[in-house]
């Protein structure tokens, strides 16, 4: 079944949507959600919540590509949970490194400034992504967006892991310029 | 805590860049078993480096397939860039109009499997059939250069005869050539089928096209011939694996044939069905085809859309990197994104990427589950 055919059915209200998305999508949002929380039944749990968001939210929203638009939902219901878990659990997981690789991008004004600047952050990581290569761009996308391990990253691309640390260098390097340049950071 | 700021931020990034970063762990992980799958039909068949397997446990006694890599090599992109699709003559003997319900898979014979020490032909068998073709040019070989393997010596990859008045060169690829060192006078087609009737069959079809170079400059023709078949399967077949190209020099004259000589040097696995047009488009509108094509750069949508087919032929792709020679469908997709001066070309002129849809089935493939789009 194709992906349009599939939000059609959301379109018309017919449970089987969810069916037919958790067989299309649902190894690849569970293994999503397991990457940034490293536990098979919370993993299991965002993938549920997110096929209730795509529910609630498909109409009206017709998404082009339902495989992105579902990574997406379960990619923010798994931040969310390890947000809310992180005080009081694991250290060392790909999501606490991944984060504090990102950390210093940006200038420690709090949570005001991620609500009123996230948006802002997203198009400039665009514009970053965009200006890249395919290989830079999917090698950050992979540590970034599916919290892959440097070591995945580098078995996967068939680099070296220091190479694959010094592109992320690199980058997160480029990204703070043009969150500067955007006036992001100051 | 900006690190997670950030974090939460990448959620909202372009849907390309996610799609082109999926990750691969479940081919990985499908890959082992279907390399072990692999391995099983290599060891029930005796066959050295086999990717299919007798499917006793079918009620088809077809052999399982395996869903190969292409290796388009080279730089840049596969696709239709020297040749304006309104502008050529479509020779396609199927169209969206015709049902096919079977059609051959081969086995390639030339295919060099990795690390195997010689390729399945010898300079001898190559040297063979450019004696074949010497022959029937009324001539003989008066001398041959042979070019190995880069890697491997002893991989003959081409033997190139020469002949008084030709050059005859067979690759290991199943391609072959022959110029015509004295093309005096052949100015057209009827003129090289007066004098190399052997080349030509009574049922040919035949297209001639403009090739342009990328900034629009005209710079030749070529014609394309197959043999139409008794029935569309066996053209589909001949559309690809008997194809003849004549290519005229720059002063006008048909200088040198290029002939598709694939079906010698392969063998028969059985009549596998075909799906149809419309599940080709479906697989295809769901990213599940290869394509040497970066759709993110190349389309400005960063996908394959329906509105960007412009046309669909069935064609089996070749090359001795190929275990099997089997029927795509190829898709003539619209880049409409592509950064090149048109200037000088028709008004009309685009430039196409070529995506494969495998047109046999996936319950008979080891690995179809692999086949995501990734491959490329």
């Not at chain 1, 004004?109 to 952050?121: H, P, Q, R, V, Y």
Request: charged share 25%.
């Amino acid at each position: 079944m194709t992906d349009g055919e599939i939000v059609r059915l959301f379109w018309k209200r017919n449970e089987a949507a969810l069916e037919h998305t958790r067989t299309k999508y649902g190894s690849y949002c569970r293994s999503i959600a397991f990457g940034i929380l490293r536990n098979g039944e919370d993993a299991e749990e965002c993938v549920n919540d997110s096929l209730l968001n795509a529910w609630n939210s498909i109409p009206p929203s017709k998404p082009q590509n339902l495989r992105t638009y579902m990574g997406k939902l379960v990619r923010n219901a798994s931040i969310n949970r390890f947000e809310h878990y992180s005080a009081q659990k694991r250290g060392g997981t790909q999501t606490e490194l991944a984060i504090s690789e990102l950390e210093n991008l940006l200038s420690d004004n709090g949570d005001a400034l991620a609500t009123f600047e996230s948006e802002a952050i997203t198009r400039c990581i665009n514009t970053m992504l965009q200006n890249s290569s395919k290989e830079k761009r999917t090698v950050f996308v992979r540590r970034y967006w599916y919290l892959d391990s440097i070591a995945d990253i580098a078995k996967a691309y068939s680099l070296s892991e220091s190479k694959v640390t010094s592109i992320l260098f690199r980058m997160r390097k480029e990204l703070k310029e043009e969150l500067e340049k955007e006036g992001v950071n100051l | 805590m900006n690190g997670l700021t950030v974090l939460k931020a990448m959620n909202g990034i372009d849907d390309r860049f996610i799609a082109e970063a999926v990750p691969e762990k479940k081919k990985g992980k499908l890959l082992v078993l279907a390399k072990a799958a692999a391995a099983v039909a290599a060891c029930i068949c005796l066959v050295a480096g086999g990717v299919y397997a007798y499917n006793s446990f079918q009620n088809s006694q077809l052999p399982l397939l395996s869903i190969e890599e292409i290796d388009f090599g080279g730089m840049g992109f596969e696709g239709s860039d020297s040749l304006t699709l309104e502008h050529s003559d479509d020779i396609s003997p199927w169209n969206e109009q015709i049902k096919i319900d079977k059609l051959p898979v081969y086995k390639n014979l030339l295919y060099r499997y990795e690390g195997q020490e010689k390729s399945y032909f010898s300079e001898d068998d190559l040297l063979k059939v450019a004696q074949e073709y010497s022959e029937l040019l009324g001539e003989e070989i008066i001398s041959y250069e042979k070019f190995t393997d880069d890697f491997n010596e002893r991989i003959v990859r081409n033997v190139i005869a020469q002949t008084q008045n030709h050059q005859v060169s067979v690759g290991g690829d199943g391609g072959m050539s022959i110029v015509f060192k004295n093309a005096e006078g052949l100015t057209d087609l009827s003129a090289v089928k007066a004098k190399y009737p052997f080349l030509f069959n009574e049922n040919d079809v035949l297209g001639k096209y403009q090739e342009f170079s990328v900034d629009g400059e005209p710079l030749g023709s070529y014609y394309k011939k197959y043999e139409k078949g008794e029935t569309v399967e066996q053209s589909v077949v001949n559309y690809t694996l008997k194809k003849m190209r004549f290519t005229h020099s720059e002063n006008g004259e048909i200088r040198s044939v290029n002939i598709n000589t694939q079906q010698r040097f392969s063998k028969k696995l059985g009549d596998y069905p075909v799906i149809s047009f419309d599940e080709a488009k479906e697989k295809l509108l769901d990213g599940r085809y290869v394509s040497s094509v970066d759709e993110v750069s190349y389309i400005s949508s960063g996908r394959v859309e329906e509105r960007l087919i412009k046309k669909v032929d069935i064609i089996y792709y070749t090359g001795n990197n190929q275990q099997l020679f089997m029927p795509y469908y190829r898709f003539y997709i619209w880049l409409d994104l592509l950064p090149f001066e048109r200037t000088g070309l028709p008004e009309d002129y685009e430039h196409y990427g070529f995506f494969y849809v495998p047109a046999v089935p996936e319950e008979y493939f080891v690995n179809y589950e692999l086949f995501d789009g990734e491959f490329q």
